[in-house]
């Protein structure tokens, strides 16, 4: 793992301290960057503050000291960063971005890699647009405590200007983010990047999520593949009615396939929120197909379907977490 530099090489705030925004920070961290962490749960400020953040990967461990806090100081005594990363669920979104709202400068790039779609909108609602970028990431994570993450593969980061003012700060955040280890292009279109990753996680997650396996048992259910092939063609539909340009539903479906053998051992995160009693994603996912399908006269009742189970099991299994 990348050793610490004697000086840090640029500061960033990684706001959510989840499984992958533990390991985006503890990667940033141990590139030598400057990194602020803001987490929600005092437990967790309390353990990183006292012990570092420890990040685990093949057997190695790596304690990472790091500026932790519950929200970023106000206007009057911010700091600059140049890049303030978003990687909280997506139904906290609006808060986080009220929250930064006055506390950042206009002319810093705020980048979310999170899950589904609606955050880009629900940042450039707060904030200027032209600081906001959107993009995708293949890194897999888990948390193993509220001190510990586990880098469970290394991938890569596409991400995009969500509006064309913010295509100034595409090259230097994929830059910054790449000479942390994070590899990271810059794409002129982003939008068929986000909707790609959308509809792969439309199948992958709501069904490990239903039947409680990982990512790679999926492609040993053959009596899935209807379903899994009629969950990608209706995002595929829906996206051309937005008239974003996808892969044919079949490029989709095998696009799902070399994700889960990729990730063949992974729990994916809909699977651990709904076995932890935690709200899940589903509202920016599949159900996000649906209203969007809506939108623009197309139906999609696999989505449809595969959203209220899911609400239901998460609902069912929050009332009897303790």
Known sequence: MTGVTDRPTGSVAVVGCGALGGVFAGLLSAAGMDVTVVARSGEQRKEI??????????????????????????????????????????????????????????DTPVLTLQ?????????AARLKPGQILAGVT????????????RLTGRGECVIGAWHREAERHTRPV?????????????SPHVLPVLWKKLAVSAVINPLTAILRIPNGELLQRPELDPLMAEIAEEVWRVAARHRIP????????????????GTASNRSSMLRDVEEGRPTEIGS????????GRERGALAPANQALASLVLAISQ???KASP
């Open 285 to 292: 996912i599949n159900a996000a197909v649906v209203r969007l």
């Open 115 to 123: 899950n589904g779609l609606g955050n880009a909108e629900a940042l």
């Open 316 to 318: 069912r299994a929050g």
């Open 246 to 261: 996808l892969p044919t539903p079949p490029e989709l479906v095998e696009e799902v396939h070399r994700v889960c053998r």
């Open 174 to 186: 994929a830059e910054l983010l790449s000479n942390a280890g994070i590899p990271c292009t810059a």
């Open 138 to 149: 293949t890194f897999g994570a888990l948390r193993e405590s509220a001190g510990a993450v």
């Open 49 to 106: 503050a006292a012990e570092g953040l420890r990040m685990l990967e093949n057997g190695r461990e790596t304690r990472l000291r790091l500026r932790v806090c519950a929200e970023l100081p106000p206007q009057k005594a911010k700091e600059s960063f140049d890049l303030v990363l978003i990687l909280v669920k997506a139904f906290d979104t609006d808060a986080v971005a009220a929250h930064l709202a006055g506390r950042i400068p206009p």
